[in-house]
């Protein structure tokens, strides 16, 4: 069954520094989008991404982050300088965008500690 | 504003039912969707709602009220496997189709 897959599973950076999660979508799918967790809390939304640009952006998401899609199967979140409240699990997502089901499904997501 | 409220905890007995309940208040509603999701781990879909009623999928039912803007999951004869994190998340309108999702609630399912 085909899943959602994302690199490294745990990163762990200085403060200031820049970091890039890698995301790969399913296949066939349209839409991506970033989510984050921070330990104990609620999932939230980051970004969703359609037709090679951003299509909604929350207000977490900042001049700080940014989105890509270098090639025809990565998707990537980069943090330009990571901030202490920026450790949290990034989780990529990407559904079909047909009809009305529409399922994200989720990758495993990347443990980010900032120190 | 945007509002999902779950019980934060639930305890049930292996064998059982169980009924975990959500609630919300959202500016737009393109569906509601309801994720499994184990400690460390990433959220799996389980079940899905648009129009009202029930739907049902083994183990696993889920019900929606548009017009009093609740839903519920109901699972059948638990597992111990099923102790993990429930999230309720409703589906915006819109191009986006971005979900916000509820806190979740961590049921325990005890021997």
Redesign the interface.
């Known amino acids: 069954e085909p899943e959602v897959t994302q690199t490294p599973s745990h990163q762990v950076t200085q403060m200031g520094q820049e970091v890039i999660l890698r995301c790969v979508p399913i296949s066939n799918h349209l839409y991506f989008y970033w989510y984050r967790q921070i330990l104990g809390q609620k999932v939230e939304f980051l970004v969703s991404f359609y037709n090679n640009e951003i299509s909604e952006k929350s207000e977490i998401f900042d001049d700080q982050f940014s989105v890509e899609r270098p090639d025809g199967s990565n998707f990537t979140l980069k943090i330009r300088s990571t901030k202490l409240e920026d450790s949290a699990m990034y989780f990529c997502a990407s559904s079909d965008g047909l009809g009305g089901l529409d399922t994200q499904y989720f990758g495993p997501g990347t443990r980010l500690t900032v120190l | 504003g945007q509002n999902i409220d779950q019980p934060t905890e639930m305890t049930a007995t292996e064998g059982a039912i169980v009924q975990i309940n959500c609630t919300y208040q959202t500016s737009g509603f393109n569906?509601l969707?309801w994720?499994q999701q184990h400690a460390?781990?990433?959220?799996?879909?389980l079940s899905?709602n648009?129009l009202d009623g029930l739907e049902e999928k083994g183990r696993f039912s889920s019900f929606l009220s548009r017009s009093k803007g609740y839903s519920y999951l109901l699972l059948k004869e638990l597992q111990m496997k099923d102790s993990a994190s429930y999230?309720c998340?409703v589906?915006d309108r819109?191009?986006?189709?971005?979900?916000?999702?509820?806190?979740?609630t961590l049921l325990a399912v005890q021997p």
């Open positions: 569906g969707f994720y460390g781990e990433a959220p799996t879909f899905y648009v999230l998340a589906r819109g191009a986006t189709n971005k979900l916000i999702f509820g806190t979740g």
